[in-house]
């Protein structure tokens, strides 16, 4: 099961959609279509910076979108040379 933080900022965690590994293709493919956002702002210390999710990879669409609604999405740090 997935949490996430409340909207309004409390520490208090909501439960949301539940994603397993017998129902993964199916849950990606039902969330895709209920969410259909293409460009995601990613927020690191660094600086912020947009992505744009293309729909020719459904399922990756979905599974990106669904980490980042669900605050699980965690990105690296990138270290400039």
Same mark, same amino acid.
């Given at each position: 099961?997935?949490?996430?933080?409340?909207?309004?900022?409390? #520490?208090? #965690?909501?439960?949301?959609?539940?994603?397993? #590994?017998? #129902?993964?293709?199916?849950?990606?493919?039902?969330?895709?279509?209920?969410?259909? $956002?293409?460009?995601?702002?990613?927020?690191?210390?660094?600086?912020? !910076? $947009?992505?744009?999710?293309?729909?020719?990879?459904?399922?990756?669409?979905?599974?990106?979108? !669904?980490?980042?609604?669900?605050?699980?999405?965690?990105?690296?740090? !990138?270290?400039?040379?």
């Amino acid at each position: 099961m997935w949490y996430r933080k409340k909207p309004d900022g409390t #520490n208090k #965690n909501i439960l949301t959609d539940t994603i397993n #590994n017998k #129902n993964t293709v199916s849950f990606l493919k039902n969330y895709g279509k209920g969410n259909p $956002e293409i460009d995601i702002l990613i927020e690191t210390r660094m600086d912020n !910076f $947009e992505i744009r999710l293309y729909k020719d990879t459904p399922l990756h669409r979905a599974n990106f979108v !669904f980490l980042k609604k669900t605050d699980t999405l965690t990105i690296p740090v !990138f270290i400039e040379l």
